[in-house]
């Protein structure tokens, strides 16, 4: 007998014995109010008829279920709630079978775990990601999870929020069976007539007992110490823990009770709303005038001059997304060490047994050393990696005129130099770009996408599409001097630097800034990037700089040494036998004494709150200043900047959603209680005051 119910977005339909349920919610099937309802009634029709022996639950499109419906976020929750609905499904008394093909996330792999059997397509992925989002499984994931996966595997997969392979997943127990093909339908069918064939009755996965719970609680014990260590201030990690702490101690149902407690605690921190504004503001930030108003151009073959650290970097970049790669260096000493530098990554990742030497071999072949620039006549795309002066690259873009073909994208990555003035060395500025990566450039996510002047809007599309076949997160900057990034950072640490003349070391601001939730503090990253760097950039602002600005030149006593960072052994801290955390410095301390001493300064004593303060709103303060001169097009992409470039707390959202958070009128307050100090560097962005007098918020300003 053959009958079909149908809702909006899941339909049910009975072949033979089997009730087949399909969830239909494009593009991935999220976890909407439709889909939820429609499981539970398929559940309900299912033990309703006695011509149903067996339920499968599958997905149409590319995905089971991909997770939950970012539609819904921020509003009511509406019933039938996922926790009800993942019940049901384990409650039936008739076998329930989920056949996983593409993504099964978050709450798709928590329907999935509360189905009795599960079957997996090569292409399935599984995982539990709300961690990224601030959140915990909250329909019964950390009580299900380490059932069948074991504890220590389950907090882990929980913990990282990545992704498991179909092979993986089975391996780690949370799949039952592996299928070949792509029909994931006639798969799901197949094990299911399978199972009926063999009698199997429900197996129910709360049923099943956590082996050896001594040593799954220590196994616990272990992972919260280190997510305590690794975790920077994030909330929701040792809630993770904590709920399966309660899955190993607790009954089951009191253990699904304490999850839901628990995943309300994390649903109403303020980090989840940081973690959902840094999501969506990553996907908003693509959202440019350029792109509603040209199509990108064709690109297929790209060349770097350059090959130093970031241009083998973005050589790496190029070559993972399958792009064919010509390298220009002056001469041959000069090629061969660019060349040696793009393969010391690819050794490196054949020696920590992530790529074989095969693989290796098959993408250097899309690799081309030269140099010679005529042999990049024919490339799509060009982009310019050489030391950091101007008239070097207005060199460089010179030739690049005579040889590139018409129509070719001629892109500079410069961190700081004016690209107008680049383009104008050439005969066709509407063809030249900024891209500026991020060193590592094969790891970093950001690239800050630069709009000169007289660039076409194609040529600004192209750079978009460019960044999404390398995976980067593109933000569209405007041109000044460091863009939006470089520009803001060399104001908040010139705070960093008063603080410490004013009187705090070196060290306590790094702690501050870490206890906030970034990776480094300022003097370590300086250590890191290398102090000369930014000695040149001030020796090449002096001449512009105001007289009548404060200057501490602390740094430049340090540099002055030949202290340059971790490359030297030593900066702002000591590195002995070349360890990568560094120690105080005495040294240090004393030229900041002597430095304090010579300008008549009594230090003081400022708190990590002190400290942040100040931090904060220098970064908040020059942010806004950024968005009013339309350098950046929304405080949004400000934000993106940060998170994606800079080591900023994903949980707090980026700087100007933290300024929204605290409220914009008592960052004001403080900028304006810092300026009766110093007037000239503590001056309040007139956005700022605006949106303050108006009543509004940094968010009012992120929609184009």
Same mark, same amino acid.
């Given at each position: 007998?053959? +009958?079909?119910?149908?809702?909006?977005?899941?339909?049910?339909?009975?072949?033979?014995?089997?009730?087949?349920?399909?969830?239909?919610?494009?593009?991935?099937?999220?976890?909407? +109010?439709?889909?939820?309802?429609?499981?539970?009634?398929?559940?309900?029709?299912?033990?309703?008829?006695?011509?149903?022996?067996?339920?499968?639950?599958?997905?149409?499109?590319?995905?089971?279920?991909?997770?939950?419906?970012?539609?819904?976020?921020?509003?009511?929750?509406?019933?039938?709630?996922?926790?009800?609905?993942?019940?049901?499904?384990?409650?039936?008394?008739?076998?329930? %079978?989920?056949?996983?093909?593409?993504?099964?996330?978050?709450?798709?792999?928590?329907?999935?775990?509360?189905?009795?059997?599960?079957?997996?397509?090569?292409?399935?992925?599984?995982?539990?990601?709300?961690?990224?989002?601030?959140?915990?499984?909250?329909?019964?994931?950390?009580?299900?999870?380490?059932?069948?996966?074991?504890?220590?595997?389950?907090?882990?997969?929980?913990?990282?929020?990545?992704?498991?392979?179909?092979?993986?997943?089975?391996?780690?127990?949370?799949?039952?069976?592996?299928?070949?093909?792509?029909?994931?339908?006639?798969?799901?069918?197949?094990?299911?007539?399978?199972?009926?064939?063999?009698?199997?009755?429900?197996?129910?996965?709360?049923?099943?007992?956590?082996?050896?719970?001594?040593?799954?609680?220590?196994?616990?014990?272990?992972?919260?110490?280190?997510?305590?260590?690794?975790?920077?201030?994030?909330?929701?990690?040792?809630?993770? %823990?904590?709920?399966?702490?309660? /899955?190993?101690?607790?009954?089951?149902?009191?253990?699904?009770?304490?999850?839901? /407690?628990?995943?309300?605690?994390?649903?109403?921190?303020?980090?989840?709303?940081?973690?959902?504004?840094?999501?969506?503001?990553?996907?908003?930030?693509?959202?440019?005038?350029?792109?509603?108003?040209?199509?990108?151009?064709?690109?297929?073959?790209?060349?770097?001059?350059?090959?130093?650290?970031?241009?083998?970097?973005?050589?790496?970049?190029?070559?993972?997304?399958?792009?064919?790669?010509?390298?220009?260096?002056?001469?041959?000493?000069?090629?061969?060490?660019?060349?040696?530098?793009?393969?010391?990554?690819?050794?490196?990742?054949?020696?920590?047994?992530?790529?074989?030497?095969?693989?290796?071999?098959?993408?250097?072949?899309?690799?081309?050393?030269?140099?010679?620039?005529?042999?990049?006549?024919?490339?799509?795309?060009?982009?310019?990696?050489?030391?950091?002066?101007?008239?070097?690259?207005?060199?460089?873009?010179?030739?690049?005129?005579?040889?590139?073909?018409?129509?070719?994208?001629?892109?500079?990555?410069?961190?700081?130099?004016?690209?107008?003035?680049?383009?104008?060395?050439?005969?066709?500025?509407?063809?030249?770009?900024?891209?500026?990566?991020?060193?590592?450039?094969?790891?970093?996510?950001?690239?800050?996408?630069?709009?000169?002047?007289?660039?076409?809007?194609?040529?600004?599309?192209?750079?978009?599409?460019?960044?999404?076949?390398?995976?980067?997160?593109?933000?569209?900057?405007?041109?000044?001097?460091?863009?939006?990034?470089?520009?803001?950072?060399?104001?908040?640490?010139?705070?960093?630097?008063?603080?410490?003349?004013?009187?705090?070391?070196?060290?306590?601001?790094?702690?501050?800034?870490?206890?906030?939730?970034?990776?480094?503090?300022?003097?370590?990253?300086?250590?890191?990037?290398?102090?000369?760097?930014?000695?040149?950039?001030?020796?090449?602002?002096?001449?512009?700089?105001?007289?009548?600005?404060?200057?501490?030149?602390?740094?430049?006593?340090?540099?002055?040494?030949?202290?340059?960072?971790?490359?030297?052994?030593?900066?702002?801290?000591?590195?002995?036998?070349?360890?990568?955390?560094?120690?105080?410095?005495?040294?240090?301390?004393?030229?900041?004494?002597?430095?304090?001493?010579?300008?008549?300064?009594?230090?003081?004593?400022?708190?990590?709150?002190?400290?942040?303060?100040?931090?904060?709103?220098?970064?908040?303060?020059?942010?806004?200043?950024?968005?009013?001169?339309?350098?950046?097009?929304?405080?949004?992409?400000?934000?993106?900047?940060?998170?994606?470039?800079?080591?900023?707390?994903?949980?707090?959202?980026?700087?100007?959603?933290? /300024?929204?958070?605290?409220?914009?009128?008592?960052?004001?307050?403080?900028?304006?209680?810092?300026?009766?100090?110093?007037?000239?560097?503590?001056?309040?962005?007139?956005?700022?005051?605006?949106?303050?007098?108006?009543?509004?918020?940094?968010?009012?300003?992120?929609?184009?």
């Amino acid at each position: 007998m053959s +009958q079909e119910v149908q809702a909006s977005v899941v339909h049910t339909r009975l072949d033979g014995e089997v009730l087949v349920v399909s969830i239909n919610n494009p593009p991935v099937n999220a976890l909407g +109010q439709a889909v939820r309802a429609g499981l539970l009634a398929a559940v309900e029709q299912a033990a309703g008829d006695a011509a149903v022996r067996c339920v499968l639950l599958v997905g149409e499109g590319k995905a089971f279920i991909a997770g939950a419906d970012i539609r819904e976020f921020g509003k009511p929750a509406m019933p039938p709630s996922l926790p009800e609905v993942c019940n049901r499904i384990e409650a039936l008394d008739k076998p329930v %079978v989920a056949a996983i093909h593409g993504p099964a996330l978050g709450g798709g792999l928590e329907v999935a775990m509360s189905a009795h059997y599960r079957l997996a397509l090569p292409a399935a992925k599984l995982g539990l990601p709300e961690v990224t989002l601030g959140l915990l499984p909250g329909a019964g994931g950390t009580q299900r999870a380490p059932r069948l996966m074991g504890v220590k595997a389950a907090t882990e997969l929980m913990l990282g929020g990545k992704h498991l392979s179909a092979k993986a997943a089975q391996a780690a127990g949370l799949v039952d069976k592996l299928a070949e093909g792509q029909d994931v339908l006639a798969a799901g069918l197949a094990y299911a007539r399978e199972l009926l064939a063999q009698g199997a009755q429900p197996r129910r996965t709360r049923d099943i007992e956590i082996a050896d719970k001594a040593a799954a609680l220590a196994e616990l014990d272990a992972l919260a110490a280190d997510t305590a260590k690794k975790s920077r201030g994030l909330f929701s990690p040792a809630k993770i %823990v904590e709920c399966v702490r309660a /899955a190993v101690e607790l009954p089951f149902d009191e253990g699904l009770a304490r999850e839901r /407690a628990l995943f309300t605690e994390c649903l109403d921190s303020p980090q989840r709303a940081g973690l959902v504004h840094a999501f969506f503001a990553e996907r908003e930030v693509v959202k440019i005038p350029e792109a509603k108003a040209a199509a990108p151009r064709a690109f297929a073959k790209i060349a770097i001059i350059g090959g130093g650290t970031m241009g083998a970097g973005i050589t790496v970049s190029a070559l993972d997304a399958g792009l064919p790669v010509v390298m220009i260096e002056r001469d041959a000493e000069s090629i061969a060490r660019g060349q040696a530098n793009v393969e010391k990554v690819y050794d490196g990742l054949i020696a920590r047994g992530r790529m074989t030497a095969e693989a290796k071999a098959a993408v250097m072949a899309r690799y081309t050393p030269s140099t010679s620039y005529d042999d990049i006549g024919d490339v799509d795309l060009v982009i310019e990696a050489v030391f950091e002066d101007l008239e070097v690259k207005k060199a460089v873009f010179k030739e690049l005129d005579r040889v590139c073909r018409k129509g070719a994208v001629l892109a500079t990555n410069t961190s700081y130099l004016d690209i107008d003035a680049i383009a104008a060395a050439t005969s066709r500025p509407e063809d030249v770009i900024g891209l500026h990566f991020f060193s590592p450039a094969n790891i970093m996510k950001l690239l800050e996408i630069v709009v000169p002047a007289k660039v076409a809007p194609d040529v600004v599309a192209t750079a978009f599409e460019l960044a999404k076949k390398l995976k980067k997160v593109p933000v569209r900057a405007g041109v000044c001097d460091g863009f939006i990034g470089n520009r803001i950072l060399a104001i908040y640490k010139q705070a960093a630097d008063y603080i410490m003349e004013d009187g705090a070391s070196p060290y306590e601001i790094d702690e501050a800034v870490r206890g906030f939730g970034y990776p480094m503090g300022p003097f370590q990253v300086t250590d890191l990037a290398g102090g000369d760097i930014g000695w040149a950039t001030r020796k090449r602002r002096a001449a512009t700089r105001d007289p009548k600005a404060r200057y501490v030149e602390i740094a430049d006593r340090v540099c002055e040494q030949g202290w340059f960072g971790q490359k030297t052994g030593r900066g702002f801290y000591l590195y002995p036998q070349g360890v990568r955390v560094g120690q105080a410095d005495p040294e240090v301390l004393a030229i900041v004494d002597a430095e304090r001493a010579k300008k008549g300064i009594t230090p003081r004593k400022f708190t990590a709150d002190e400290i942040m303060r100040r931090y904060m709103a220098a970064m908040v303060n020059e942010g806004a200043k950024v968005v009013e001169e339309g350098i950046a097009l929304r405080p949004l992409d400000v934000d993106v900047t940060f998170i994606s470039g800079y080591g900023f707390p994903r949980h707090r959202g980026g700087p100007m959603k933290w /300024a929204d958070m605290q409220g914009l009128e008592k960052v004001l307050a403080d900028i304006r209680e810092f300026a009766k100090e110093d007037a000239l560097f503590w001056k309040p962005a007139p956005l700022l005051e605006k949106l303050v007098a108006e009543g509004k918020s940094f968010e009012s300003l992120n929609s184009l």
